[in-house]
C-alpha cells in the first residue's frame, strides 16, 4: 500500500508542475508601461533622441565652416569634403574601361533627334539612355545630363524636361539609374515585372547588400554619370567646356553628387532634393519612408558634410537650387543649406553664381522651377536670352526603348548584376587586415557607457551619461518574481526592463535573455522558466525602437502600397519601407549604426544590473534570429558568455554578401560588417 501512496504523491507533485507551466504570469506582468504608446504617427524618444544627435552634429560643422577665412581655408575644406564623400561612397573605379556604345534606334523630332543608346560604365554593366540632339550641325552645342528620378519608367519620365532642353539648343543625355527602366535587376520574365517595386524597391535591396561591403549603392550611380561625360566629349556636336546637369527627385541627388565629384560639369541644377538632414531624419518615416539607401551615406551627417557640403564641393560653379514648398524634402532645411552655401560664394565674390528657386507645389519638377532653371543655364553657356518653355510631344515608353525585350538583363547574356558586382567589391577588399566587433563598438562614437552614473529616477530627465531607474510593478507567479522598471537615459531614451528572478533565492547568476522584438512575452514564459529552474535571474529589455518603445504606427509606402497591408508587426521591421528601416538609415547618418546601439542597449541594462540589483551579467542568449544579435553582445561585452539555443541562427555578414542574399533583417546592418572575423 506504501507503493502506490508514493506514487500518486509523485504524480501529483508532477500535475502540479505541469499546471505551474501551463499557467504562466498574467501577459501584463511582462509591460512596464501603464498603457501602450497610443497609434498613430508621433515623435517618440527614439527618434527625437536621433535629430538631437544630427543637430549637435550640425552645429559641429557650421563651427568649423565659421573658421573658413579666406579661398585657400575654403580649398582646403572643399578638399576635406571631397576626401569624406569619397570614403563613404567606397571610392570610384580606378580604370574607366571601353564604354562599347550602339546606337539601337533614331527617332526624328521637330528641330531634333532622339538616339536609342546602350553603353557599358564597367564590363557587363549595361546602361541605357537616350541622347537628344539640336538639328543644327553647324556648330558646338553645351550639353546637359539628365539622370533619371525614382520613376519606374526611369528615363522615359523626364522626356518633358529633355526636349525642352534640346528645343533650347542642349545636347542632352537621359539615363535609366541601376534598379529602374530597362536596368530591373530581378527582373521575373514570367512575370513580366521585377520581384520589388522599380521606384525605390530594387535600391533597397542593393543598397543593403553594399553597405555591408563597405560601399554604398551612390557608387556606381555616380560613376554612371562620370561615363556619360566620358561618352558626350566623344560627340563632335558637344563643346566639352559647356556641361551642365540637372534633374529631380533620386535624379537631383545623384546630380548633385556626381557634379559635386567631376569638376568637367560646369554648372549644377539639382532639384527637390537638397535639404538639411537633421530635418530630414524627423519627417522621413511620415512623408517620405520607403528605403533609399544611396542617399544615406554611412556618417553623411556626422563626417560634416550633409547638403551643404555637396554644394560647397561645387564652388565656385554655378548652382541653382530648384525647390517644392510643400515637399517630403523640407523647404526649411533647403533654404538653410543655400543661406550656408551662398554666404561662402559671397565671401568670396561668387555670390551671382548661387540661386534658390522655389514653387509652390509638391515633389515635382514644376514648369516654373524649370523655366527659372533653364535661364539660369543658358546664362551661365552664353546662350541667348529666351523667355517661355519650348513645346513638347512626348512618345511612348515603347517608342524609346533601347533593347528589345525592355531589359538589359534579358538581352545581354554577358550582363552583370549589380548584386554581384558588389560582391566582386567585396572580393577585391576582404584581403585586407580583418576588423573586430568589439574594436568597431569601443570605437570613436562609443558613449562610455561602463563609467556611467546610476541612480533612481527624481523626476527629471538623465543627463547625457546617466541611467535612472524607475520601479514600475512587481508580480509573482509559481514562486518567481518578475519586477518591472523604466530605464532612462541619453537624455531622452527610455528602455523597459524586467528582472525575473526566485523569490527570496540567494546569489544566482544573471543572464540577459532577449528576442528579435525585445524584451520577453508571456509566449516565452516556458524557456524563461527554465532558466529560472536553472538557476539564472534573467533581465529582459527591449531595445531602442522595440518592444514597447515601438512608434505605433505603420509607414504607407507611396511607392508600393501593397507593403502597408501587411500586419502591424511585419510593416514594422519590413526594409523596403518601414519604420524600424528608417531609424536604422538614420542612425548611419549620425555615424553610429543601429546594430551598435542595440549592443550599447545590452551594456546599458548589465550596467543597471551591476549597480542596482547588485550582479554582474555572465551570460546572455536569445532564440532564432535574435540570437546573432546575442552572440554579438558576447563578442563585444567583456566576461560574457553566449549560451547555445537549438534554434539559434547565427548570422555572417560575409555569407550575405557572398550569397548576394537580397532580404535580411535590417536591424542588423553593419556598414563593412563583412570584413568583421
Not at 514600475?472 to 509559481?478: A, E, H, P, R, V
Not at 543597471?608 to 532564440?623: D, N, W
Request: hydrophobic share 40%.
Amino acid at each position: 500500500m506504501i507503493q502506490p501512496c508514493i506514487l500518486a504523491v509523485l504524480a501529483g507533485a508532477i500535475a502540479l508542475h505541469a499546471l505551474a507551466a501551463e499557467n504562466p504570469p498574467a501577459p501584463q506582468s511582462f509591460f512596464v508601461r501603464e498603457q501602450p504608446l497610443p497609434p498613430g504617427p508621433r515623435i517618440t524618444p527614439f527618434l527625437q533622441y536621433q535629430a538631437e544627435q544630427a543637430w549637435r552634429e550640425d552645429d559641429d560643422r557650421r563651427k568649423a565652416w565659421d573658421a573658413i577665412h579666406d579661398q585657400k581655408e575654403l580649398l582646403k575644406t572643399q578638399e576635406e569634403l571631397r576626401q569624406k564623400l569619397l570614403q563613404m561612397i567606397g571610392g570610384l573605379p580606378a580604370v574607366k574601361t571601353d564604354l562599347h556604345p550602339r546606337v539601337t534606334g533614331k527617332i526624328q523630332m521637330d528641330g531634333f533627334s532622339v538616339e536609342k543608346l546602350i553603353f557599358q560604365s564597367l564590363p557587363g554593366v549595361y546602361v541605357t539612355a537616350l541622347v537628344y540632339v539640336p538639328d543644327d550641325h553647324s556648330r558646338k552645342h553645351p550639353a546637359v545630363l539628365v539622370p533619371a528620378g525614382h520613376a519606374p519608367d526611369g528615363k522615359f519620365h523626364y522626356q518633358s524636361l529633355s526636349q525642352r532642353l534640346a528645343g533650347r539648343g542642349y545636347v542632352v543625355i537621359s539615363w535609366d539609374p541601376v534598379g529602374q527602366g530597362e536596368r530591373s535587376q530581378f527582373w521575373d520574365p514570367i512575370a513580366g515585372k521585377s520581384r520589388y517595386n522599380l521606384i525605390c524597391g530594387e535600391h533597397a535591396v542593393m543598397g543593403n547588400l553594399a553597405y555591408l561591403a563597405g560601399t554604398n549603392l551612390a557608387r556606381w550611380e555616380i560613376w554612371d554619370g562620370i561615363r556619360v561625360v566620358d561618352y558626350l566629349l566623344t560627340r563632335p556636336e558637344v563643346d566639352g567646356e559647356r556641361i551642365s546637369i540637372t534633374g529631380t527627385s533620386g535624379g537631383g541627388f545623384q546630380a548633385t553628387l556626381i557634379a559635386a565629384l567631376d569638376e568637367r560639369i560646369k554648372v549644377a541644377v539639382p532639384s527637390c532634393y537638397i535639404s538639411a538632414l537633421p530635418m530630414r531624419i524627423y519627417n522621413r518615416i511620415f512623408a517620405d519612408p520607403d528605403s533609399d539607401p544611396e542617399q544615406d551615406l554611412f556618417g553623411m551627417i556626422s563626417n560634416g558634410v550633409d547638403h551643404p557640403g555637396l554644394l560647397l564641393l561645387m564652388y565656385p560653379r554655378p548652382v541653382i537650387v530648384a525647390a517644392a514648398v510643400l515637399d517630403f524634402f523640407p523647404i526649411e532645411g533647403t533654404r538653410k543649406t543655400v543661406r550656408e552655401a551662398r554666404r561662402l560664394y559671397e565671401r568670396f565674390g561668387r555670390g551671382d553664381r548661387i540661386a534658390l528657386v522655389e514653387g509652390y507645389h509638391t515633389h515635382q519638377f514644376s514648369p516654373e522651377n524649370q523655366e527659372a532653371a533653364l535661364n539660369f543655364l543658358d546664362h551661365f553657356n552664353q546662350m541667348p536670352v529666351r523667355h517661355g518653355l519650348p513645346r513638347v510631344s512626348e512618345l511612348t515608353s515603347k517608342a524609346l526603348q533601347c533593347t528589345r525585350t525592355g531589359q538589359v538583363m534579358l538581352d545581354y547574356t554577358d550582363a552583370r548584376s549589380l548584386m554581384a558586382v558588389i560582391r566582386e567589391y567585396y572580393d577585391e577588399h576582404k584581403t585586407g587586415p580583418g576588423r573586430s566587433l568589439a574594436k568597431e563598438y569601443y570605437g570613436e562614437k562609443y558613449s562610455g557607457v561602463k563609467q556611467w552614473h546610476v541612480s533612481e529616477y527624481a523626476g527629471v530627465p538623465p543627463r547625457q551619461e546617466q541611467i535612472t531607474w524607475e520601479a514600475t510593478g512587481s508580480s509573482k507567479s509559481d514562486g518567481v518574481t518578475i519586477d518591472r522598471y523604466m530605464l532612462r537615459h541619453s537624455e531622452l531614451l527610455e528602455m523597459p526592463l524586467l528582472h525575473i528572478h526566485k523569490s527570496g533565492a540567494g546569489k544566482r547568476a544573471f543572464l540577459l535573455w532577449f528576442r528579435e522584438s525585445g524584451k520577453a512575452t508571456v509566449e516565452d514564459w516556458p524557456e524563461i522558466k527554465k532558466y529560472v529552474d536553472e538557476g539564472y535571474d534573467i533581465v529582459s529589455f527591449d531595445f531602442r525602437g522595440l518592444g514597447e518603445t515601438r512608434m505605433q504606427y505603420t509607414a504607407v509606402s507611396p511607392d508600393d502600397p501593397e507593403l502597408s497591408m501587411l500586419d502591424f508587426d511585419h510593416a514594422y521591421v519590413n526594409s523596403i519601407s518601414g519604420v524600424l528601416a528608417n531609424h536604422v538609415y538614420n542612425s548611419l547618418l549620425i555615424g553610429r549604426p543601429y546594430f551598435l546601439q542595440m549592443i550599447e542597449d545590452a551594456e546599458i541594462a548589465s550596467r543597471f544590473s551591476s549597480e542596482r540589483l547588485g550582479a554582474k551579467i555572465v551570460a546572455v542568449t536569445a532564440p532564432a534570429e535574435a540570437y546573432a544579435l546575442a552572440s554579438a553582445v558576447a563578442e563585444t561585452l567583456p566576461g560574457v558568455k553566449l549560451l547555445p539555443q537549438p534554434d539559434g541562427k547565427l548570422l555572417k555578414w560575409s555569407e550575405i554578401v557572398q550569397q548576394e542574399r537580397e532580404i535580411w533583417p535590417v536591424q542588423y546592418l553593419l556598414p563593412s560588417g563583412a570584413y568583421i572575423h
